[in-house]
């Protein structure tokens, strides 16, 4: 099956700084990959480049096996990857209904000038998130008057609902409660079940055991380990993250030495990377 996205030989340097090598990787329609690695191991760096923040210095991207260019976010956005970052692109004092809608507007004549369909936008935004098991009180409420659980909602369930093929999270459930935790989870698996590729961010390894299927991991600009989820458990990935001493074994996959992490910090010599 052709990937929905393949990365081949990816690398991104900012001056004299590498902040990705040689990053190879293929993403598929309805699959969650969680992307893990310390603070400073290039996650940032590869989600910038496939939402199209940054253009790398090295390799190509293909997506639906044809090579393309992600110049600017609209290029990515028009190709159907959408990202999430923790402040969610929402706009607080906005209904969410608006917000829903943001950049896709509905409208309606009246007389010569077209205005903002509000009623429409507000139906169909209830009627969309419904559909993937989201129920909010009112999609004429503000935004601002959303818990942070429930803003999530409302991002992932846009998604969904205007066609996005890929959808990055970053950090999603920080600063979450237990029970909103749990629906921003449920609302990746949705996600999930309606095709898209998920690219999970996070440092909660508990949480990608729940949802992920495939674990990547980066370790100073490179690409250290890839396991299905059933291959590993959560205390080796945790090894995985915070070494720095890792091999391929042989069935070239990269492991975990048992050369240990000295005293200290775990980050101690390790280049800033993005």
Known sequence: MTPLIELEGIGQRFGHITALSDIDLQLHAGEVVALLGDNGAGKSTLVKILSGA?????????????PVRLDTPQDARALGIETLYQDLALIPRMSIARNFHLGRELTRLVGPVRVLDHARMSAQ????LADIGIHVRNTDEPVVSLSGGERQSIAIGRAVHFGSKVLILDEPTSALSIGETRKVLGYIRSARENRMCVIFITHNLHHVFQVADRLVV??????????????????????????????????GRHRHTEQSRSAGSPNKGRQPTG
């Not at 370790?219 to 205390?235: L, P, W």
Request: overall charge negative; aromatic content about 2%.
């Open 54 to 66: 940054h253009r790398p210095t090295s390799g190509r991207i293909l997506f639906e096996g044809r």
């Open 125 to 128: 935004a209830s009627q969309a």
């Open 218 to 251: 980066l370790s100073q600009g490179r690409k250290v380990a890839e396991h299905h989820k059933d291959e590993v458990t959560e205390e080796q990935v945790a090894d995985l993250i915070m070494s720095e001493h890792q091999e391929l074994d042989g069935e």
